[in-house]
């Protein structure tokens, strides 16, 4: 099936760093969403964006819809011990939610 | 509860079983998605139910998988004659408000982990 290509596949950072990380598709989407799963649970809703060029920030998370309505990134500023995961981006058009393929995210102390 | 539960967690299966996993979505959500998602992968679509009616398939792997939403509250995903390829993370959203409006929000569960040996 089609998943968005989403990198870097995987970081390992020092707890205080800053992290970004994106996602690039070849197609449009009307909506962009940014979400959290941890080892054994569901993915989590983080950040939705819903116009071309939006910038929207949620804690030390901020997030971007790109303006050519292909792309995405998230930041996390100030890592600390509990981002660990797998963070997804997600794009939807009008219908279904087309997941990218995740960037795990490590943290050390 | 409070959000979206799923059973059982976990599953193993011999090749050939039939299996059954439950979807509880959160009380009032119309819309019901389940998702199928291998390992190291996002999740991907599998079908999407608006209150009892099953308005989109097409993300069915093969006639082998059939979901269903009776009451349309909660959902069972059957996969029968199950193979190793089946292997995955099933997870279930939910969602207050129809697919594709500007209110939807999916709300995701824990996920089955199904093993087929």
């Known amino acids: 099936g089609q998943q968005l290509n989403q990198s870097p596949q995987s970081m390992f950072i020092q707890e205080g760093e800053d992290v970004s990380m994106n996602c690039t598709s070849s197609?449009?989407?009307?909506?962009w969403l940014w979400y959290k799963q941890d080892p054994g649970e569901g993915p989590v809703l983080l950040i939705a964006l819903y116009k071309a060029g939006e910038l929207t920030s949620n804690g030390r998370l901020t997030a971007q819809f790109g303006i050519t309505r292909k792309d995405s990134f998230l930041n996390i500023s100030a890592s600390i011990p509990s981002d660990v995961g797998i963070y997804f981006c997600a794009g939807r058009r009008t219908d279904k939610l087309i997941f990218g393929t995740g960037t795990r995210l490590q943290v050390f102390p | 509860g409070a959000g979206v539960s799923q059973s059982p967690r976990y599953k193993v299966a011999k090749r050939g079983q039939d299996v059954a996993l439950r979807c509880d979505p959160i009380?009032?959500?119309?819309?019901l998605f389940w998702y199928q998602q291998a390992l190291g992968q996002g999740p991907e679509f599998l079908t999407y139910f608006q209150n009892e009616a099953q308005l989109d398939k097409s993300g069915l792997p093969s006639d082998r998988f059939f979901a269903e939403r009776p009451e349309g509250s909660v959902s069972t995903l059957k996969i029968q004659r199950t193979q190793q390829e089946d292997s995955a993370v099933y997870l279930c959203a939910s969602s207050l408000a129809p697919r594709g409006s500007s209110q939807e929000t999916q709300y995701f569960g824990p996920g089955t982990r199904l093993l087929v040996l």
């Open positions: 009380s009032g959500h119309v819309s």
């Open positions: 197609s449009i989407f009307n909506t």
